[in-house]
């Protein structure tokens, strides 16, 4: 497995969210990204995970709720990888994948567009 510190690990989340369109990261709402080490045991492969209700889905009835969460999980990423080249465009594509699902995006369409 490639060797990654977490502290690296989070630079290049917050590198990838940075190269995001501001046009895009002005129209985000309520969503707050974290880095994790691993999945829960169920899924122990995720890449990343969207929880909560997509731009598309909210009505008026979205009010004073909890920020939606982005989580980009360390372990699988590193072990899928073979270099830190390979980290980089991985944690940029789980990044663009799950800021898709706050937008209201789903897998299909990212599949199509090459977000897998």
Do not use: K, Q
Request: aromatic share 6%; net charge negative; with cysteine.
């Amino acid at each position: 497995m490639l060797e990654m510190t977490r502290e690296e690990f989070e630079e290049l989340v917050a590198e990838a969210l940075d190269r995001i369109p501001p046009e895009l990261t002005r129209l985000m709402d309520n969503v707050a990204v974290f880095v994790e080490d691993e999945p829960s045991p169920d899924d122990p492969e995720l890449l990343g995970l969207y929880e909560g209700t997509p731009l598309t889905e909210r009505g008026e009835w979205y009010a004073g709720v909890l920020p939606d969460r982005i989580t980009i999980y360390r372990g699988p990423t590193l072990r899928m990888c073979e270099s830190r080249e390979d980290v980089v465009e991985e944690t940029e594509i789980t990044v663009v994948h799950e800021i898709a699902h706050h937008f209201g995006i789903d897998d299909d369409r990212l599949h199509a567009l090459g977000y897998g």
